[in-house]
């Protein structure tokens, strides 16, 4: 990034000139001129790719809803494990993956304070005001 520039989200800012890089132009300077000062970092450009292919294929799925529903349906006839193990594959695509959470944490009503895992559940018991179960 040059000296005199500001990353404002993935656009840059040049102070002297006030010129606005935007993130698509970062992309194909990247892809142009690696070395260049404004290129973006390849986490960014994995980033962007990933985000840019979703947004397509959402759209795409979106205008043709019609058509994949009843390809779902003929699928159904003869097979309805099939007709969704596809649908999962649609949806698996275009949504995050949902990843298991667990925190780590002093229990005060342990001796020394010791530490113990938390799951998702156990933080929402807590949330909610409920015991958790030591069993």
């Not at 002093?106 to 949330?127: F, H, V």
């Amino acid at each position: 990034m040059p000296p005199s520039s500001t990353e404002f989200g993935r656009a840059l800012i040049d102070a002297d000139t006030g010129e606005v890089t935007s993130t698509q132009e970062r992309l194909q300077i990247t892809f142009n001129a690696p070395g260049d000062s404004r290129a973006l970092t390849a986490r960014a450009v994995n980033s962007i790719t990933k985000s840019q292919i979703r947004y397509y294929m959402s759209e795409i799925l979106h205008g043709n809803l019609d058509k994949i529903n009843a390809w779902l349906d003929e699928v159904a006839k003869d097979s309805p494990a099939k007709a969704l193990e596809l649908l999962m594959q649609f949806a698996e695509f275009s949504t995050p993956r949902l990843k298991a959470v667990a925190v780590q944490m002093s229990d005060p009503t342990a001796p020394n304070g010791a530490k113990r895992t938390l799951s998702y559940a156990d933080l929402e018991r807590i949330a909610a005001g409920e015991p958790l179960n030591d069993d």
